[in-house]
Nanobody, 119 residues
């Protein structure tokens, strides 16, 4: 199983970026997909989650109204549209695919992509 993020980079404050995450899992639609971020020396933060079926997307308070998570089942890809970026959004962003089957939990992580917001 591979989870591969792309789309990170350097952007000015107020700008936008779209992160992509391709997950080579069977039954992609059965996985909850999430984006986390981490800054060195700080705890990892859950940024956004989109459930496998039904339910609603969830966002950290710090990104509500600015970030949007979506998924394309046919492409097995999840996106994170980030608008009105702030320097505090600078972090390594990680994509995860998570699924519970009975008593077994499957949780796959990508390698991360750096997002830097700076003028």
């Amino acid at each position: 199983v591979q989870v591969v993020e792309s789309g990170g980079g350097l952007v000015q404050p107020g700008g936008s970026l779209r992160l992509s995450c391709a997950a080579s899992v069977l039954s992609f639609s059965s996985y909850d997909m999430s984006w986390y971020r981490q800054v060195p020396g700080k705890e990892r933060e859950l940024v956004a989650t989109i459930p496998s079926v039904g339910g609603s997307t969830k966002y950290a308070d710090s990104v509500k109204g600015r970030f949007s998570i979506s998924r394309d089942t046919g492409k097995k890809t999840v996106y994170l549209q980030m608008n009105s970026l702030k320097p505090d959004d600078t972090a390594v962003y990680y994509c995860t695919a998570q699924r519970v089957v009975g008593r077994d939990e499957y949780h796959y992580w990508g390698q991360g992509t750096q997002v830097t917001v700076s003028s």
